[in-house]
């Protein structure tokens, strides 16, 4: 949001950090050049797009914007859905007609195939996952989660 755009661009002014802050249109990162980027990294948000289609495409984006030989680095939630955490749809599901996100409406993957198999589709290279337990912590998410890392 430009509320929220407008807030990391203080911050970052504060602390004396450069910045290029997007506000994209919700569906691919037009706003931004080719290659321009040695790292793109994504930490809990790619789960709550319930729609893979718009998944894919900022997966195609990253690649995009990525400098040759750049590093992707994201994180998924993983495993079987949950009904006392929200409502899950299945990683290749296009829910368009979710109320909303964040616990009412997100995706869980359950094989890391699913996402290699993209990645590999896309070009992406060197692709690790690491599968993190993170059952028996005091707040309402995931038990599991997938991390990501791969090259252009």
């Given at each position: 949001s430009?509320v929220?755009l407008e807030n990391?661009?203080?911050?970052?002014?504060?602390?004396?950090?450069d910045?290029?802050?997007?506000a994209?249109n919700g569906?691919?990162?037009d706003e931004?050049?080719?290659e321009i980027?040695?790292?793109v990294f994504?930490?809990?948000?790619?789960?709550h797009?319930?729609v893979?289609d718009?998944?894919?495409s900022y997966l195609?984006e990253?690649?995009?914007v990525?400098?040759?030989?750049?590093t992707l680095?994201?994180?998924?939630?993983m495993?079987p859905n949950d009904?006392?955490?929200g409502k899950?749809?299945?990683?290749?599901?296009?829910h368009?007609n979710?109320?909303g996100t964040?616990?009412v409406?997100?995706?869980?993957?359950?094989?890391?195939?699913?996402i290699i198999?993209?990645?590999?589709?896309i070009?992406?290279?060197?692709i690790?996952?690491?599968i993190?337990?993170v059952?028996?912590?005091?707040?309402?998410?995931?038990?599991?989660?997938?991390?990501?890392?791969?090259?252009?």
């Open positions: 430009e929220q990391a661009k203080k911050v970052m002014e504060y602390h004396n950090i910045n290029n802050l997007y994209c569906y691919d990162l931004i050049e080719d980027y040695d790292v994504s930490f809990i948000t790619l789960q797009i319930c893979y718009i998944r894919r195609e990253f690649y995009r990525l400098r040759s030989g750049g680095e994201f994180q998924m939630s495993g009904a006392r955490i899950f749809v299945n990683y290749y599901d296009n368009y979710a109320e964040n616990g409406m997100d995706v869980h993957v359950s094989s890391k195939e699913e198999k993209d990645l590999k589709e070009g992406f290279q060197s690790r996952t690491k993190v337990d059952s028996g912590h005091d707040w309402n998410h995931d038990s599991r989660f997938i991390f990501v890392t791969c090259k252009k």
